[in-house]
């Protein structure tokens, strides 16, 4: 089975920096996603990350433990537009299916 | 590219009544996913088709459920009879797995109310 973790609710302030944590515990792995979704839309493509180590696009940064079954993603230089849910999602072995966690809703304050 | 085109956007229908939502994927793409999402359980994959063939429906709730996709272009998700409890936002995603992509695209989402 599948069984994903994220924190629920997260507060941060315009211009810091935010991590949102992922844990999983998976039958299999074949890689890890994050996604984006404002309020009233659909999830858009983040990052995606197979190997360990981190991967940096822009302001965002994800990171992925394989070992610990641990991921995190990283939000620099908040804007009050990075206001949204996050998924963190695992593919499974066959490399078809992703299983998403409940999702971390962000709220950025000025 | 117009991205995942799904209809329609929003549908209210009683109970008991049939519901089709249609999904158009990405040209190209291969692989095509419905996923439900409500509050309480968040994003959950109902059924997959690689090549219009069905993969795996384990995610499908239940008999009333059914989805088919007749070519590349084009999929449906009915819902026979609807229930309240149906009620949620219905998206279809698309991806190819040529060239080792990887990414899934979401549509924009069918919001589903049953009263």
């Known amino acids: 089975g599948q069984n994903i973790d994220q924190p629920t609710e997260m507060t941060a302030t315009e211009g810091a920096i935010v991590q949102i944590n992922c844990t999983y515990q998976t039958s299999g792995f074949n890689g890890l996603f994050w996604y984006q979704q404002h309020a009233g839309e659909a999830p858009t493509f983040l990052s995606y990350n197979v190997l360990d180590g981190l991967e940096e696009k822009g302001r965002f940064s994800s990171f992925l433990s394989r070992s610990k079954g641990y991921s995190y993603l990283l939000l620099k230089e908040l804007q009050m537009k990075d206001s949204a849910s996050y998924l963190c999602?695992?593919?499974?072995?066959?490399?078809?299916?992703?299983?998403f966690g409940g999702g971390t809703r962000l709220m950025v304050k000025p | 590219d117009a991205g995942v085109i799904q209809s329609p956007r929003h549908e209210v229908t009683e109970m008991g009544q049939e519901v089709t939502l249609r999904c158009k994927p990405i040209s190209g793409h291969n692989s095509l996913f419905w996923y439900r999402q409500t509050m309480m359980r968040g994003l959950e994959l109902l059924i997959y088709f690689n090549n219009n063939v069905p993969i795996d429906d384990s995610g499908m709730p239940e008999d009333r459920f059914s989805a088919k996709m007749p070519n590349a272009s084009f999929s449906t998700l009915k819902i026979q009879p609807s229930e309240p409890r149906d009620s949620a936002v219905y998206f279809c995603?698309?991806?190819?797995?040529?060239?080792?992509?990887?990414?899934?695209?979401f549509g924009p989402g069918t919001r589903l109310l049953v009263l």
């Open positions: 995603a698309s991806r190819t797995t040529s060239g080792g992509a990887e990414t899934q695209y």
């Open positions: 999602a695992v593919k499974d072995n066959a490399g078809n299916m992703l299983t």
